[in-house]
């Protein structure tokens, strides 16, 4: 029966190549967006107090960082790439990028060390995966995604989620690879201790300046996505709080918080005080608003954000299953940007959107 149906495929294959090489439609499907060619990504870099005096030059450099990972994005998405692995991609590339508090630039806890969370959510079976509180691993999206597609769990902790990075094929690198002088500096500060003078040959991407006054906590990256064929992920990554004490999780790791996608509601990435998005389940309660009463993503947001949680806690962003994009905030401003199959590319940092094409 078996080697029937092997037979009947390799006779049927050739037809089925000719048929989608020769297909006209391949600009057709570009020209009429059917529902399921629509996709919509909404990505962050962390909310907080930015000052609006910030630096040109640092302006530009957060807006050229937030700009290149949301092309990349739609680059994927417009070649049919799915959900998951979209989300993946670009916050790898943030996680590279040490203007932001994930990966390299990372902020330093209580201990002058970095342990950093991430987590990866599937809306299409809610299946996820998460790690906190790892020290050697180059990208934690990336580990948080071997934990949600080769583990029977979801979170692995500190030492344990070293030990599931042995058994994987995730870069690893020195602790001293996520360090940045400007990190140190915030750390210093929030000790009270700015007089020490670093003996530190940092080289100019690790002393760049602060954004904001409250830059402790800011600079978490996420990114949600709707792809073309109507799946939802989401994932978040970050170094956490500055000056954290041993052990500390916050909300990034946690689905549900800091991180959740359901195909039926929406995909969401959260930001802010991670104690405040744990307390109120902020990711799921959207979902779960939009789910038991209809709200539309933006209405269920903005609920959550400015009814539940404190002014200057931070933020969300996230896309909906119909495509609709959120970025609801509470704080003077937030990193973000968005983009779907319509046209629609922003980039934002404050009310205004700094690059904008319809
Ligand atoms: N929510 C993160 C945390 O509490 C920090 C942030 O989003 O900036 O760990």
Redesign the pocket.
């Given at each position: 029966m078996k080697t029937c149906y092997t037979l009947i495929t390799l006779c049927l294959l050739p037809f089925a190549l000719l048929t989608a090489c020769d297909r006209p439609g391949e600009t057709t499907m570009n020209e009429n967006q059917t529902e399921q060619a629509r996709y919509a990504i909404a990505l962050h870099g962390?909310?907080?107090v930015i000052s609006r005096d910030l630096d040109e030059e640092v302006r530009r450099q957060y807006v050229d960082g937030l700009d290149e990972a949301l092309a990349l994005g739609v680059e994927m998405l417009e070649n049919g790439a799915e959900a998951l692995d979209v989300v993946e991609q670009v916050i790898r590339i943030l996680e590279d990028n040490p203007l932001f508090?994930a990966g390299r630039g990372a902020v330093m806890t209580n201990e002058e060390k970095f342990e950093l969370?991430a987590s990866i959510m599937d809306g299409r079976d809610l299946s996820g995966g998460a790690v906190t509180g790892v020290t050697t691993v180059r990208h934690p999206i990336s580990l948080a995604r071997h934990v949600k597609s080769g583990s029977r769990h979801i979170l692995f902790a500190a030492e344990g989620a070293e030990r599931f990075a042995d058994e994987t094929g995730v870069e690893r690198v020195d602790p001293s690879y996520f360090y940045t002088e400007r990190r140190h500096r915030q750390l210093l500060r929030a000790q009270g201790r700015d007089e020490v003078i670093l003996d530190h040959s940092g080289d100019e991407e690790s002393m760049l300046p602060d954004a904001g006054a409250d830059s402790d906590?800011?600079?978490?990256v996420g990114v949600a996505v709707l792809d073309r064929n109507g799946n939802l992920a989401a994932g978040?990554s970050?170094?956490?709080?500055t000056n954290?004490r041993f052990g500390r999780v916050?909300?990034?790791p946690l689905l549900g918080a800091?991180t959740y996608a359901n195909n039926e509601t929406c995909a969401i990435s959260?930001?802010?005080?991670?104690?405040e998005?744990i307390r109120h389940a902020v990711a799921f309660q959207i979902s779960a608003i939009m789910e038991y009463t209809g709200a539309g993503l933006n209405e269920a947001a903005d609920q959550v954000i400015n009814g539940k949680l404190r002014e200057g806690d931070?933020g969300i962003i996230g896309v909906s299953h119909t495509g609709e994009i959120a970025m609801v905030f509470n704080s003077p401003g937030m990193f973000r940007a968005a983009a779907d199959a319509s046209g629609r590319y922003e980039v934002s940092i404050w009310d205004e959107p700094i690059i904008m094409r319809e």
């Amino acid at each position: 029966m078996k080697t029937c149906y092997t037979l009947i495929t390799l006779c049927l294959l050739p037809f089925a190549l000719l048929t989608a090489c020769d297909r006209p439609g391949e600009t057709t499907m570009n020209e009429n967006q059917t529902e399921q060619a629509r996709y919509a990504i909404a990505l962050h870099g962390g909310a907080g107090v930015i000052s609006r005096d910030l630096d040109e030059e640092v302006r530009r450099q957060y807006v050229d960082g937030l700009d290149e990972a949301l092309a990349l994005g739609v680059e994927m998405l417009e070649n049919g790439a799915e959900a998951l692995d979209v989300v993946e991609q670009v916050i790898r590339i943030l996680e590279d990028n040490p203007l932001f508090n994930a990966g390299r630039g990372a902020v330093m806890t209580n201990e002058e060390k970095f342990e950093l969370d991430a987590s990866i959510m599937d809306g299409r079976d809610l299946s996820g995966g998460a790690v906190t509180g790892v020290t050697t691993v180059r990208h934690p999206i990336s580990l948080a995604r071997h934990v949600k597609s080769g583990s029977r769990h979801i979170l692995f902790a500190a030492e344990g989620a070293e030990r599931f990075a042995d058994e994987t094929g995730v870069e690893r690198v020195d602790p001293s690879y996520f360090y940045t002088e400007r990190r140190h500096r915030q750390l210093l500060r929030a000790q009270g201790r700015d007089e020490v003078i670093l003996d530190h040959s940092g080289d100019e991407e690790s002393m760049l300046p602060d954004a904001g006054a409250d830059s402790d906590k800011m600079g978490t990256v996420g990114v949600a996505v709707l792809d073309r064929n109507g799946n939802l992920a989401a994932g978040t990554s970050t170094g956490g709080m500055t000056n954290k004490r041993f052990g500390r999780v916050g909300d990034s790791p946690l689905l549900g918080a800091g991180t959740y996608a359901n195909n039926e509601t929406c995909a969401i990435s959260s930001t802010g005080t991670g104690e405040e998005f744990i307390r109120h389940a902020v990711a799921f309660q959207i979902s779960a608003i939009m789910e038991y009463t209809g709200a539309g993503l933006n209405e269920a947001a903005d609920q959550v954000i400015n009814g539940k949680l404190r002014e200057g806690d931070g933020g969300i962003i996230g896309v909906s299953h119909t495509g609709e994009i959120a970025m609801v905030f509470n704080s003077p401003g937030m990193f973000r940007a968005a983009a779907d199959a319509s046209g629609r590319y922003e980039v934002s940092i404050w009310d205004e959107p700094i690059i904008m094409r319809e």
